[in-house]
């Protein structure tokens, strides 16, 4: 199997007002069953350790010169948490803050501008390049505030419950299943449909893998098996 390398050295490294350049990201799924729950509860994000710490941080790095803001964000996610997945390419913010060896230092030196993004999480390795300094852990939002590190990563998940609140209230409202012909179609990735379904002779509502019938005006809800038909 190939070795998994991450980048080492400074050599590409983007600076910009005498401050170091970095791209991050916040890796996140939404969790199976909690799709109708608030932001804080349906969402899990991932967060990496680093030696010697208890605390987490995001997935981050120096941007370098052959690379954009994004493949630089998508590049530190694979390196030290071992995932991939789409990025949203609207920044959560631009935060200004010291390095972790410079933290009392007052002069420049050691100043940084990170730009972070939220990632949805489609691909988990089993190993990555930086996976020996680098353990990684699913947390709920409360959690990952609790144990975040630095407070502008703090800051950084605010905006990035923002921007997921923002999106989801642009979603359109779920509707109920066509009904065509007395057939009620779902397609194979709704979970939970509700049918008001007329009914004025017997007929039998097949839901694989099981099967009930119906003899009066009924609200039929399938739970988890899609797809289903009214014959």
């Not at 109920?176 to 009914?199: E, F, H, R």
Request: hydrophobic share 35%; charged share 25%; glycine share 6%.
């Amino acid at each position: 199997m190939a070795t998994l390398l991450a980048r080492r050295g400074r050599h590409r490294q983007l600076y910009e007002d005498n401050r170091r350049l970095v791209s991050g990201c916040i890796p996140y799924k939404v969790r199976k069953g909690y799709e109708e729950h608030s932001i804080e509860d349906r969402l899990e994000v991932l967060m990496v350790s680093t030696p010697n710490r208890s605390d987490l941080v995001f997935p981050k790095g120096g941007w370098e010169n052959d690379e954009t803001v994004h493949e630089a964000a998508r590049r530190e996610a694979f390196e030290e948490a071992g995932v991939r997945g789409n990025l949203n390419e609207i920044q959560l913010g631009v935060w200004e803050f010291r390095s972790k060896s410079r933290q009392a230092v007052s002069s420049l030196e050691g100043g940084c501008r990170g730009y972070m993004f939220a990632m949805e999480v489609t691909e988990e390795l089993d190993t990555w390049p930086e996976q020996e300094n680098h353990d990684r852990k699913w947390l709920d939002i409360r959690e990952a505030f609790h144990l975040c590190r630095y407070e502008w990563m703090k800051d950084a998940l605010r905006a990035f419950l923002k921007q997921m609140d923002n999106e989801r209230q642009q979603q359109p409202p779920s509707q109920l299943p066509p009904k065509i012909n007395n057939q009620v179609v779902v397609d194979s990735g709704v979970t939970i449909a509700t049918a008001i379904i007329p009914v004025s002779d017997r007929q039998v509502v097949k839901a694989a893998p099981t099967t009930c019938s119906v003899t009066s005006n009924a609200i039929i809800t399938f739970v988890a098996a899609p797809p289903f038909f009214l014959l």
